[in-house]
């Protein structure tokens, strides 16, 4: 079972970015999944959330209206756009997937924003 996050990098305040999860050896469309987003000293953050049944999505206050979490099922990818990006957008982003008690992480893929 593997999750790999890209299209993370260095972007400047106001950029765009889109990150992927491209999964394997499993089926997302059965999975909750979930970006996630680690900055130096901080806790880990909910970002993004999107359902496996209705692509129902949810996010934080901190990012909403500015990110877009969607999954192409024929992919086995789950994608997060990054727009408007901020400073504080910093951060290792993780991709999650849930079911059960099947919880998978992938590695992390590192966003910074600054000019």
């Known amino acids: 079972v593997q999750l790999v996050e890209s299209g993370g990098g260095l972007v400047q305040p106001g950029g765009s970015l889109r990150l992927s999860c491209a999964a394997s050896?499993?089926?997302?469309?059965?999975?909750?999944m979930r970006w996630y987003r680690q900055a130096p000293g901080k806790e880990r953050e909910l970002v993004a959330t999107?359902?496996?049944?209705?692509?129902?999505?949810n996010y934080a206050d901190s990012v909403k209206g500015r990110f877009t979490i969607s999954r192409v099922n024929a992919k086995n990818t789950v994608y997060l756009q990054m727009n408007s990006l901020k400073p504080e957008d910093t951060a290792v982003y993780f991709c999650?997937?849930?079911?059960?008690?099947?919880?998978?992480w992938g590695q992390g893929t590192q966003v910074t924003v600054s000019s």
């Open positions: 999107i359902a496996s049944v209705g692509d129902g999505t």
């Open positions: 050896e499993f089926t997302i469309s059965r999975y909750v």
């Open positions: 999650n997937a849930r079911r059960g008690i099947n919880d998978y």
